[in-house]
């Protein structure tokens, strides 16, 4: 008799999860994110009593306590927890459903949110996305950045479409569908006079023995060049100056002793060689790729497929560096 009982509420149970609205989904998911009734309402623009009520049914309806009262707010339980991840995908694939559905032949609008790791990669997007948005002006779009460590549970969890960066992080996530697009090619540089073009065979010791100019957001190649410095027996690498402006590190260089590196999907740095010495192989680290990244369990979108087309296709008419 128990088992019976027991077998009834499960099915109550699934019963009323098929009826839980969207709305509510959202509701947990700001005061999740605000950790506080009051504030997640005033962004909801609804009155703090009627999300308290949808939370609460919510709550009745799927027989699990989502939030625990603290001093200054409110917090997720460990089911909590879970139930957000879920609801994010669940609101995240419902967007998509309806998007795909109304746009899917003409691809005239759409959504599309992009991660780039590492966040200095976004220079290589400029041409792709401004010929994207020229031809597909509906399209809504949304770029971010930050780490692969950072960026591929959002892409799992369907916060993100996609990651666009160097294919070695993300190759470390076996959720992931990684698409390799292009090389990218790494230079060092100095000014025209500088010390070290008076080195008949100048050998990378003494180039790392120089000032580095690095960026605040760390790349790749800048990873592979700190590994450089021990086998040197050169202490551990520490810039002496840190900017995230190409232009900067420019003027910096032309005016010090100091060196710094570039990377271009395009294997040429003539432009940059007329006004600074360029050195092709003083450095031994090895040449990036470029890649996408996907949810492998994900089904790919029109907006997706679409940018898909435009980085491929364009990805080596990106303006060299100068």
């Known amino acids: ?91 995240g694939n419902v967007e998509d459903l309806i998007s795909n559905t109304e746009d899917y032949l003409s691809r005239k609008r ?15 997007l400029s041409r ?7 031809d597909y002006p509906g399209i809504r779009l949304e770029i971010v950045s930050g780490s692969a460590e950072e960026l591929a549970p959002k892409v799992i969890g369907g916060e993100l479409d996609l990651i666009w960066g160097s294919s070695r992080p993300l190759s470390k996530w076996p ?20 010390p070290i073009t008076e080195i008949k065979k100048p050998v990378e010791r003494d180039l790392l023995s120089y000032p580095v100019i690095l960026p605040a957001s760390v790349e790749p190649p800048h990873i592979d060049l700190a ?14 100056y840190v900017t995230d402006d190409f232009r900067v590190a420019k003027a910096i260089i032309s005016k010090s002793d100091a060196f710094t590196l ?36 994900k089904l790919s979108t029109p907006s997706l497929e679409t940018f898909k087309d435009y980085l491929q296709n364009s990805i080596y008419d990106i303006k060299k560096p100068d």
Do not use: W
């Open 110 to 124: 759409g959504r599309l949110k992009i991660g780039v790791a590492p966040a200095g990669f976004q220079r290589f």
């Open 128 to 134: 792709p996305i401004g010929a994207m948005v020229k």
């Open 175 to 194: 959720e992931l569908s990684v698409t390799i697009v292009g090389g990218l090619h790494t230079r060092f540089f100095v000014r025209k006079n500088h």
């Open 1 to 91: 008799m128990c088992n019976n009982m027991h077998s009834l509420h499960r099915r109550k149970s699934l019963a009323n999860i098929h009826n839980i609205e969207l709305r509510r989904l959202r509701h947990v998911i700001e005061v999740g994110s605000a950790g506080s009734i009051s504030v997640a309402a005033g962004t909801l623009g609804i009155s703090q009593p009627a999300l308290s009520r949808s939370i609460a049914l919510l709550e009745y309806q799927i027989g699990i306590q989502l939030f625990e009262r603290i001093r200054r707010g409110t917090r997720l339980t460990e089911e909590g927890e879970l139930f957000v991840t879920e609801a994010k995908k669940i609101i």
């Open 262 to 297: 570039v990377s271009n999907p395009i294997n040429h740095f003539n432009r940059l060689g007329n006004n600074y010495q360029v050195f092709e192989d003083l450095v031994k680290i090895p040449d990036q790729r470029l890649a996408i990244a996907v949810y492998s369990r």
């Open 227 to 240: 590994k450089r410095y021990a086998p040197n027996r050169l202490p551990p690498m520490t810039p002496q």
